[in-house]
């Protein structure tokens, strides 16, 4: 009688049939020593029959630094199209603009010859296909790509980008704050005395110095008087949010977002580094202020964790390095529909800020968007209007106004970038406490 058959293939049989996995005759395998690699694919033409008739001819990437000595100079994305659309698009990262730089020349053959209008795919492609789970210079890089998609499928279509996405909201626009640039008792007054006239109606500060993990009682008490003075000044009829910028331990946090809570401050914002999601569930539990994060995660699938644990109530991403509108508008969707609110940041250059608007305008769990700049205009903002022909990111009685142009809503010219020539990779700060280990600021 013949014994039942079993499986008897040896490792090394298995192997050998295993590198044949996705090859043919004629086909060939990534030379990376692995036995899975598949063939190198043309671009699949199954999208051929749905074909908007556009196709991207031409990408440029350019840094620009408005001062030489600048750690976040920006970066740039300009799409060309055989239709003479251009979209354009931002991927600064600070302290890594060469990085993304070169990262987005690498994404040059996911886009050259694509139908912009087919962003999704585009956005799939190139987070699936780099095959490692991308960080904030990949990220950077493929939201860069993304909104100059988007810019081409809007002026394709007609449409402002926010029109797409089911927008707006609100037709009055975007509501924003600025940061506070006050440091004494007069400057709050004169400052909330402008607010009032100019219908601002929330500020961001944050906390003095740095923080051991274990802090003196003098510190902690420094810190909770700098937020009670700040809400006397600025009076109770305007919003207050508190960036701790990651700087402060659980067991400092904790008691500090417990001592600040009689000021009803409209949320404190990375009380310790976002990637340590049950230190800021346990910082969370200490306090009804709500908390905010998110400004350092990438792709909806960063934001997860914080969300399905209930940890946070606010989610801060940011259009520059999430992964663009397409990750901004998952990552609000995925928060939308667990009760969190979303208030994007937005500190490095004018495109990503104007494209967050788009989004903003459109999604039903917004809250506040961020500017990092202060009521009056500083260099920068000149320099954007300067580029664009109307103030960029500048609040009219309280709310960014939303354009009706077609795409992002604005036209840019290589010549106006060309007046700030890229001056090469800045680091960010380096902050170190008394006794030289390595703080957080």
Request: a neutral charge.
């Amino acid at each position: 009688m013949s014994k039942p058959w079993r499986n008897t293939v040896h490792r090394r049989g298995f192997l050998a049939l295993g590198a044949g996995f996705g090859a043919s005759a004629g086909t060939k395998t990534r030379d990376c020593g692995c036995s899975f690699a598949p063939p190198q694919a043309a671009r699949p033409n199954a999208f051929d029959a749905l074909s908007s008739g556009v196709k991207v001819t031409g990408m440029k990437v350019f840094g620009v630094s408005l001062t030489r000595e600048s750690d976040r100079p920006y970066v740039f994305v300009k799409l060309e199209t055989n239709q003479g659309v251009v979209g354009w698009g931002e991927g600064t990262l600070e302290g890594k603009a060469g990085a993304v730089m070169a990262c987005i020349e690498d994404f040059r053959d996911f886009v050259i010859g694509a139908d912009p209008l087919q962003s999704e795919h585009i956005w799939q492609s190139m987070y699936v296909h780099s095959f490692y789970r991308a960080g904030p210079v990949m990220g950077s890089a493929i939201s860069g790509i993304d909104q100059a998609l988007w810019d081409i499928r809007g002026k394709v279509l007609g449409l402002p980008v926010y029109q797409l996405l089911g927008g707006p909201h609100d037709p009055r626009g975007v509501r924003g704050y600025y940061h506070t640039q006050a440091n004494t008792r007069e400057q709050l007054l004169a400052l909330r005395e402008t607010a009032e006239k100019l219908g601002v109606s929330c500020f961001k500060s944050g906390i003095p110095g740095q923080y051991e993990w274990i802090e003196t009682h003098a510190k902690i008490d420094r810190a909770v008087k700098s937020l009670q003075f700040l809400r006397e000044g600025l009076g109770p009829n305007i919003d207050i949010a508190i960036d701790f910028h990651a700087k402060t331990s659980p067991s400092v946090a904790q008691i500090i977002v417990k001592e600040v809570e009689p000021l009803g401050l409209l949320f404190i914002e990375e009380p310790c580094p976002p990637e340590n999601v049950s230190a800021m569930a346990k910082i969370a539990r200490h306090s009804t202020t709500p908390i905010a994060t998110g400004e350092r995660l990438v792709a909806s699938y960063g934001c997860r964790q914080l969300i399905e644990m209930g940890v946070i109530d606010i989610l801060q991403c940011d259009i520059n390095h999430v992964g663009g509108i397409t990750g901004l508008w998952k990552a609000a969707a995925l928060a939308g529909v667990s009760g969190v609110s979303m208030a994007p940041h937005a500190c490095e250059g004018p495109i990503g800020g104007l494209a967050t608007l788009h989004v903003d305008a459109a999604i039903p769990n917004f809250l506040i968007q961020e500017i990092c700049g202060g009521v009056a205009p500083s260099r920068a903002d000149k320099i954007w209007e300067e580029w664009f022909g109307f103030p960029a990111m500048r609040m009219v009685d309280g709310r960014f106004p939303l354009r009706a142009q077609p795409g992002l809503g604005f036209e840019l010219s290589e010549a106006s970038l060309a007046k700030y020539p890229f001056g090469g990779t800045r680091p960010m700060a380096r902050v170190f406490h008394e006794d030289g280990s390595v703080a957080e600021w």
